[in-house]
């Protein structure tokens, strides 16, 4: 019979992303799963000690960007801190 194994790729480092990969790991923990999460790409952002994640109405904010995208719904004030709270 062989072990029951789980892996898991975290690739989005945003909030709404954030929790799918620890939900499932814990739940397949507790079913008897031997279980890895393997953060790649902007996944690498959960790691940090200091998380600074949001929500965002278009894109990934886990991916840093020189200059701001103008698309109408980021550029209504407040629509970025409204999505995180």
């Known amino acids: ?29 507790a079913l008897g799963y031997e279980v890895q999460i393997f953060c790649t790409f902007y996944g690498l952002q959960l790691l940090r000690k200091k998380l600074d994640l ?12 020189p200059m701001p995208m103008p698309v109408l719904l980021q550029a209504l004030p407040g629509m970025q801190s409204m999505m995180t709270s």
């Open 1 to 29: 019979m062989s072990e029951k194994k789980l892996a898991i790729i975290a690739t989005k480092g945003s909030l709404d992303w954030a929790y799918p990969p620890f939900i499932l790991a814990s739940t397949a923990a």
């Open 54 to 65: 949001k929500m965002s109405s278009l894109g990934n904010p886990g991916m840093p960007m």
